[in-house]
């Protein structure tokens, strides 16, 4: 070494230029190799800056890091004295080595803080030891970019493993590169089977030659040129499963290249979509069918007389097939009120046998308990046969010998008369009506009703037609008589008509027609031949214009037309046809009319309903997925906090930042319980809750970014309530949102919340709009608590007060009309009311009552404290979310239990059974309710109870409104736990099950 460095020493200016580049070369090795190779290649970049630099003696010191925990320290030459030492120091680790005593030092920088330093003892070395400083920082920044740059593949390629997304790649020759583990959950395969399939066996044989034919249009664009710049793919079609179904997906590809931009492969992401394409044939077949119903009624209307007989059987035909029938048939009474009916109008399926005979002379004598209920409650509904009473037995004898194994029948009636029944069957198999089959049968009963009666009018208005002049000339007298009869049909029917003569004067008009006119105050029921222009309506004018158009063009006019007057809407259906005598000329013209406004309405309603439905399920279904996805965060972020609290200083650091992850993931929850509150969910899953925090999180929520004020009047010893924090919380969400919106100028909303007793509730007024019941009342000492809402808005007029929690009732332009009407329902459930008090210009206050628990109950639940409840036994965990069984599983044994997981119901009865017999059984099982393509807990814990009626299980859901959640017991659970949550609750809940008695406890 002193040869090696006499000659360093001796360098000339290249010899300086050399060095630099030993020195630049020696340090920028020592980070490039592995750790093991670290510290020699320290000594050894020392010993060369030593060698050129020319000082007595040098060191080098490295702070603890993570790179040196216990810090570092060397020094040249190892026999050389420190200057104030006696000793000389070689290289180590820890404390008492140190660069202090030397006289000079260099820093080592590392962004901006110092991590270490070089000690000179004398100061011609600067410069050298300078450069090898700058040098160690560059090192140690490649360094930590190449790690950083390993850590981020890593954390994609986890993302791309744990995606529910199908991701893949392939060549040119479109050979598989890479397809994701979530192919399994696709479509049922393994990534390797799936990538010794061919892209062709991928899709069924009726979606194939859409992206085959995308693919080679496009391969052949690259072949052409292999730089193209873009190539957007976006398709749906349906791909094969291994179970021999089919899957609906989502495409979007895309081009891979390599550095230079030509195009090596393709690659792409396949979602399945069979949910949504499900919810759009269902709506679609709605649409369908709402669209039948409307082409129905204007068909009734425009068919000739002759052609309304076939227009009947189409539109049975129609109906049958839409509520998925076997057979529709209409019934009518032969003659009026004589109780004999005949099977008139039938449609059956071709495959469906018939049998006619048996259908003929059904008396409604021998069928009372039919009759009766189409008479008084208008429909009969039967899933099966077992549905009839046991007084129905002739209905249930001829009913079998007919083949039917469900039926549904509405009467048919006009003006109160009974008519007959509209009936659909099944013959094939026995199943369940739809919740809505009464509702449609109801409206095309309606149709059926109109059409027949207007067929059997029209065929007297024909009959009276061809004869008129006859009966004139022959028989004075039985004009009379038939005038008679005439006028009877004629005032009878629900239709309103009217005659004109052909010089358009007014002849006569039935009872409907002359109440029509009463109603909107605009006389039409005139002669038009000498009538002025007048301000009106437009009744006139439209009764004046549509006969002028039938005595011009002789022929019959119809259409289908609204009328807007005093802010209301009247959609009326009209037919005008030519009267003529028997040498074929017109002499009158007769309109056939009817007010159509109620039955559009209900049609636009049941259209509105179905949509929202539609909208439920998917919120449903999102919220329950939010909600696994928020339990697998919550339960990491507990586990996180748990390791983070022996961390010292660093530690409290790490926690701050995880309280406010779970704030974050608190906020989520709250949002997923708005979506299932959406759903329409049922009844509340309810705990001991701080109402008063709910209100003000609420509040403070609903109101970020509006010019209005919050003031609240929260009593300091509020009781608690048990309730479902998620849907109370929408009820003041849409309550505070109108308040809001009623104040577009600004305001102030005053939130009170109080203590009261049953003694003090107060009767509904007048003034106040509320659902308050009987059963509300009970022992009038009993706490409940009184929350008011109050705003300064434009406040709700007199007329409008009492139809605000009714659905779809709104006064605002994009409003929907659900908000006030689900509060109302949710308030309900909780066994509370609501009121309203307004008046225009001065504001509006809402006040809820709902049921208080004791202090006694608050005490107790105050006692469970926060802190988590440690323990010891075997748990058993059933769900099908592989993220929240090892989450679960980790924190399990952190409280000390003994923890395994299953993901459905057949693999965690097989493991119970084995543990069972073993004589090691487990002492609790917490179960998801939803496993899809599974057994849920539902049924598995029944099964359980069968083999040991002890068993104790949890029952836990991202469905917070599923019926089990709330009454869990009923089902065998003996408690329940709402995803998401975290470790503190967990632990609470399986403390309280593991130490109970029996099945049943407060939710907390």
């Known amino acids: 070494m002193t040869s090696k460095r006499a000659e360093n020493n001796c360098l000339d200016s290249n010899g300086t230029v050399n060095g630099s580049s030993m020195i630049l070369e020696a340090f920028h090795r020592i980070f490039r190799g592995s750790e093991e190779d670290m510290i020699p290649g320290i000594r050894h970049a020392l010993e060369v800056l030593w060698s050129i630099t020319g000082v007595s003696s040098l060191c080098i010191q490295f702070q603890e890091s993570e790179l040196f925990p216990e810090g570092f320290f060397c020094s040249v030459p190892e026999s050389s004295v420190r200057p104030g030492t006696g000793a000389g120091t070689g290289a180590g680790t820890g404390a008492g080595t140190g660069a202090d005593d030397y006289p000079l030092q260099v820093p ?16 011609h070395g600067l410069e050298m030891t300078a450069l090898a400083a700058t040098t160690l920082k560059l090192s140690l920044d490649c360094r930590e970019k190449i790690r950083n740059v390993l850590q981020s593949q890593d954390m994609y390629r986890t993302y791309v493993e744990l995606s529910n997304d199908c991701i893949w790649a392939a060549d040119l020759n479109l050979n598989w590169k890479y397809i994701s583990p979530s192919v399994f959950k696709l479509r049922g395969y393994t990534p390797e089977e799936a990538m010794n399939q061919t892209i062709a066996e991928m899709f069924t044989p009726e979606s194939i030659h859409i992206p085959m034919g995308i693919m080679q249009e496009a391969l052949t664009q690259v072949a052409m040129d292999p730089f193209m710049e873009h190539w957007p793919l976006l398709i749906e079609c349906e791909e094969t499963h291994k179970n021999g179904s089919t899957v609906w997906c989502e495409i979007t590809a895309s081009f891979t290249r390599d550095e230079t931009g030509r195009i090596i492969g393709v690659q792409g992401i396949s979602r399945d979509i069979s949910a949504r394409k499900k919810a759009e044939d269902e709506l679609r077949n709605r649409l369908d069918y709402e669209n039948t119903i409307s082409t129905l009624a204007t068909g009734f209307i425009n068919l000739p007389l002759s052609g309304i007989s076939s227009g009947i059987l189409d539109a049975l035909e129609r109906t049958g097939e839409f509520l998925s029938s076997d057979t529709a048939a209409i019934f009518l009474e032969k003659e009026p009120g004589c109780g004999l009916l005949d099977l008139v109008y039938e449609w059956t399926r071709s495959d469906v046998g018939r049998n006619p005979e048996l259908w003929k002379n059904i008396d409604s004598q021998y069928f009372k308990w039919w009759f009766s209920q189409l008479k008084e409650k208008g429909s009969v509904i039967l899933n099966s046969l077992d549905q009839l009473p046991f007084e129905a037995e002739s209905e249930r004898d001829i009913l079998a010998r007919g083949g039917i194994l469900s039926a549904a029948a509405v009467s048919l009636q006009m003006g109160g008369d009974f008519l007959g029944f509209l009936v659909l069957s099944k013959k094939t198999a026995a199943s369940t009506w739809s919740s809505d089959t009464a509702k449609l049968l109801k409206i095309t009963g309606e149709l059926f009703s109109n059409a027949i009666v207007r067929m059997e009018t029209e065929k007297e208005l024909l009959h009276h037609q061809q004869n008129l002049e006859r009966l004139v000339e ?101 037919a005008f046809s030519p009267i003529k005598g028997i040498d074929g000329d017109i002499f009158a013209v007769v309109a056939l009319f009817r007010d159509i406004t109620e039955r559009r309405h209900m049609e636009e309603e049941l259209m509105k309903a179905k949509k929202i439905e539609t909208i439920g399920v998917l919120a449903g279904g999102i919220a329950h997925d939010f909600n696994n996805f928020l339990t697998t965060i919550m339960l990491n972020l507990s586990m996180a906090r748990m390791k983070a609290e022996g961390l010292g200083s660093v530690g409290e650091a790490i926690i701050k930042k995880l309280d406010a992850a779970e704030r974050g993931t608190l906020r989520s929850r709250d949002l997923a319980e708005q979506l ?29 970014g509006w010019n209005v004020k919050c003031k609240f009047n929260i009593e300091s010893d509020l009781c608690p309530a048990l309730l479902d924090a998620g849907q109370i919380g929408q009820v003041f969400n849409n309550l505070i949102i109108n308040a809001a919106q009623s104040m577009p100028g600004g305001g102030t909303i005053t939130i009170s919340a109080s203590n009261v007793k049953g003694s003090a509730l107060p009767m509904m007024d007048g003034g106040e709009k509320s659902n308050l019941t009987p059963r509300n009342f009970t022992d009038p000492d009993n706490p409940y608590l009184l929350i008011t809402v109050e705003d300064q808005g434009s406040g709700i007029s007199q007329e409008d007060i009492g139809r605000i929690f009714d659905p779809f009732f709104t006064t605002k332009s994009k409003g929907h009309g659900l908000g006030l009407a689900l509060s109302y329902t949710i308030i309900s459930k909780h066994d509370g009311f609501i009121t309203v008090t307004s008046r225009p210009e001065e504001g509006t206050k809402f006040s809820i009552y709902l ?18 409840i440690m323990g010891a036994g075997k748990i058993l ?78 029952a836990s859901s991202g469905y917070s409104n599923d019926p089990i959640m709330a009454d869990y017991t009923r089902y065998g659970f003996v408690d329940v736990i709402p995803k998401p949550y975290e470790m503190t609750q967990l632990s609470r809940v399986i403390a309280r099950a593991m130490n109970s008695g029996c099945r049943g406890y407060e939710t907390f």
């Open 108 to 123: 080592i920088m590392m962004h901006d803080v110092k991590i270490g330093c070089f000690g000179l003892s004398e100061g």
């Open 877 to 954: 965990i059933m769900d099908d979310e592989e993220d929240i069984r090892n989450a679960l599983i980790e924190m399990l044994e952190a409280l000390g239990y003994d923890a395994h997981g299953e993901e459905d119901g057949t693999s965690m009865i097989e493991r119970f059974v084995e543990s069972y017999a073993s004589g090691a059984p487990y002492d609790l099982i917490i179960m998801d309710l939803t496993i899809p393509a599974g057994m849920g807990g539902k049924d598995a814990i029944q099964m359980l109870l069968d083999i040991e009626p002890g068993v104790r299980a949890i």
């Open 474 to 574: 022959e028989r004075t007298e039985a004009l009379k008589h038939s005038e008679t009869r005439f006028r009877s049909i004629f005032e009878s029917t629900s239709d309103c008509i009217a005659v004109w003569n052909r010089d358009t004067s007014f002849l006569y008009g039935n009872s409907s027609a002359r109440e029509l006119q009463k109603r909107i105050s605009e006389e039409f029921l005139v002669d038009f031949q000498n009538l002025s222009p007048e301000v009106g309506y437009g009744f006139r004018t439209f009764f004046r214009d549509r006969i002028n158009r039938v005595l011009e063009d002789l022929a019959t006019v119809r259409e289908v037309t609204t009328f807007n007057f005093y802010g209301r809407t009247l959609v009326i259906d009209s």
């Open 851 to 868: 049921p208080a628990l004791s202090k006694g109950a608050e005490e107790k639940h105050l006692s469970m404290g926060n802190e988590l």
């Open 676 to 704: 299932i509150a959406f759903a329409k969910g049922g009844a509340p899953v309810r705990s001991i809750t701080n109402l008063g925090k709910v209100i003000v999180d609420c509040a403070g929520f609903t109101l970020s």
